[in-house]
């Protein structure tokens, strides 16, 4: 029985459970990772579940969310089903697109996003920067994604070993304006005492309040339950994506 088949409870009082079961899952899954990158599964290998599961577009924030960690359990768990890569949904999709997601995500080469969360054409509207930093041209693309194209959830990916953060915590010294990164990622390794995986968490999460509170159309969606703004960092060795809480418990 495929993981992905296994509903997650992701109800409003749920919400968090889920998350930490589902990561959980991932570790699992995680552990008994392939030597190699896995072809996609052919239409005629997937469940009939699995396949309305990819190629039905999300109606709710919560399924949009849902969407996603599905995407990444399958990546993990070497059942890659690559949805949306073929001519005809470019040609579907090449008048207009409306992505389910936004991503703010790290310029790092080694997090490709569609790749991470098993999604194609059309379905996630990104920006990279380095150190996803939700600076003000940013938010105007992410404000895009959202007000605009209507995408349900707005996530900020960080990842393990990220050199922007780990840079502005040692105040390394770099060439030319690369160290204009450091004064927007400050704030998250100020209080991280040094821990590089606890300033990398600090930092998915102030980016992630700084586009759910410091933009008003962003906070209006949200308000309005069009949007759920989460965040997560991605393990370079895993290819798991862990949740952030943006709010401290
Ligand atoms: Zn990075």
Redesign the pocket.
């Known amino acids: 029985m495929p993981q992905s088949s296994q509903p997650l409870d992701l109800g409003p009082a749920a919400s968090r459970r889920g998350f930490l079961a589902h990561a959980a899952s991932l570790g699992a899954a995680a552990a008994i990772g392939t030597a190699f990158m896995p072809r996609p599964l052919a239409a005629e290998e997937l469940t009939s579940a699995e396949w309305d599961a990819v190629h039905r577009d999300p109606t709710t924030p919560a399924e949009a969310l849902k969407q996603l960690e599905d995407g990444n359990r399958r990546f993990v768990a070497g059942r890659p089903i690559a949805p949306h890569r073929d001519m005809a949904r470019l040609k579907a999709i090449a008048p207009r697109q409306s992505p389910f997601a936004a991503f703010l995500g ?3 080469s080694r997090v490709p996003i569609e790749i991470v969360f098993d999604q194609g054409f059309g379905d996630v509207f990104v920006s990279r920067i ?3 930093i939700a600076v003000a041209e940013q938010i105007a693309s992410l404000e895009f994604g959202t007000a605009v194209l209507g995408a349900k959830v707005l996530y900020v990916l960080g ?1 393990s070993a ?4 780990s840079a502005t915590m040692n105040g390394t010294e770099v060439p030319g304006q690369i160290s204009a990164l450091y004064f927007h990622i400050r704030p998250a390794t100020r209080g991280a005492g040094g821990n590089l995986d606890k300033a990398i968490a600090a930092n998915v999460r102030e980016q992630a309040l700084r586009l759910r509170d410091g933009s008003t159309v962003i906070s209006k969606l949200v308000k309005e339950e069009k949007l759920i703004v989460a965040g997560g960092v991605y393990d370079l060795n895993t290819g798991a994506v862990t949740p952030v809480a943006l709010d401290a418990a």
């Open positions: 790290c310029a790092d380095a150190g996803n990842h990220c050199g922007a953060v």
